[in-house]
T-cell receptor, first 111, second 114 residues
Framework: QKEVEQDPGPLSVPEGAIVSLNCTYS??????FMWYRQYSRKGPELLMY????GNKEDGRFTAQVDKSSKYISLFIRDSQPSDSATYLC???????????FGSGTQLTVLP | NAGVTQTPKFRILKIGQSMTLQCAQD?????MYWYRQDPGMGLKLIYY???????DKGEVPNGYNVSRSTTEDFPLRLELAAPSQTSVYFC?????????????FGPGTRLLVL
């Protein structure tokens, strides 16, 4: 079993839709949770960063962490064609030096 | 401020050849990382460094070597290229030691081994 499982997609939605991207994990030591966005043929860039359980909102993006279920989500409201990218979840323990990444979900937002 | 730079952008190698992938950062970051990304497989950590002169293995280090003689540079060496090393390689850096975990990634090097 992989430490981090991510819905592979691909996911295709119409412009304006609400998108839900999800990851599950097995290591209860993970405390820091991140979402990276990767455009085609580019390096990943940090989108959202959360610590432990709870929600964090930034504009149209909301990151949610449920440590009891070992489940994290990224919600995108009013999705735009510019949101079309691969989204990678990543996480690490408090003292960890390395991130563990999910396999990524490819999202296409159709105009 | 260029951030993280990688060269070359693309390279074709023959089986058994060697090459060095270059990575440099101008943000004075302590931590640097090398990942490989295969289609649909996410990012796998090859090696990382927490400062000049200090390196450690990641998840998939076999077939690779690294060195960190300066804070800025973190080259990745492939000694005997194999088809299994065909991948996209990303270098990343972060300051380290703080709450915020922002890894800055380079644009990647696409490697094809034939």
């Amino acid at each position: 079993q992989k430490e981090v499982e991510q819905d592979p997609g691909p996911l295709s939605v119409p412009e304006g839709a609400i998108v839900s991207l999800n990851c599950t994990y097995s290591n209860s030591a993970f405390q820091y949770f991140m979402w990276y966005r990767q455009y085609s043929r580019k390096g990943p860039e940090l989108l959202m960063y959360t610590y432990s359980s709870g929600n964090k909102e930034d504009g149209r993006f909301t990151a949610q962490v449920d440590k009891s279920s070992k489940y994290i989500s990224l919600f995108i409201r009013d999705s735009q064609p510019s949101d079309s990218a691969t989204y990678l979840c990543a996480m690490r323990p408090i003292e960890g030096r390395q991130l563990t990444f999910g396999s990524g979900t490819q999202l296409t937002v159709l105009p | 401020n260029a951030g993280v730079t990688q060269t070359p952008k693309f390279r074709i190698l023959k089986i058994g050849q060697s090459m060095t992938l270059q990575c440099a950062q101008d943000m004075n970051h302590n931590y640097m990382y090398w990942y490989r990304q295969d289609p649909g497989m996410g990012l796998k950590l090859i090696y990382y460094s927490v400062g000049a002169g200090i390196t450690d293995k990641g998840e998939v280090p076999n077939g690779y070597n690294v060195s960190r003689s300066t804070t800025e540079d973190f080259p990745l060496r492939l000694e005997l290229a194999a088809p299994s090393q065909t991948s996209v390689y990303f270098c990343a850096s972060r300051q380290g030691g703080g709450f915020q975990e922002t890894q800055y990634f380079g644009p990647g090097t696409r490697l094809l081994v034939l």
